[in-house]
């Protein structure tokens, strides 16, 4: 039988910068069981649609989550990034979505 999860690598990248904002891609890779490609990859695609926020310090990055975008998937849609992290039990440090997708600063 193969492996699989009900997380994909996308949720299990942002859940895991939601709890460590100043990871590196090799610790965010090594925990989540990935290469450093497939994490550059997924925060790529993170940032481009507004779930993620990476802001340079030095030759580090700190990651910022936006809580208020909604899920992709059509059926669920009505769910928040926030909502989904508290589910993940990594919710924590994310302040509460809202029910439509806004864009932060």
Not at 63 to 92: C, Q
Request: charged content about 25%.
């Amino acid at each position: 039988m193969s492996e699989w999860t009900f997380i994909t690598r996308h949720g299990l990248v942002i859940a895991y910068v939601a709890q460590h904002p100043r990871s590196t891609t090799r610790e965010i890779a090594s925990a989540i069981h990935v290469t450093e490609r497939t994490v550059h990859k997924c925060i790529a695609e993170l940032e481009a649609e507004g779930y993620v926020k990476r802001r340079k310090v030095g030759r580090s990055n700190i990651y910022r989550i936006n809580p208020r975008v909604m899920l992709r998937h059509d059926t669920v849609r009505h769910i928040s990034v926030a909502d989904l992290l508290k589910l993940l039990g990594g919710g924590g440090n994310v302040p509460a979505g809202r029910k439509r997708s806004q864009h932060y600063r």
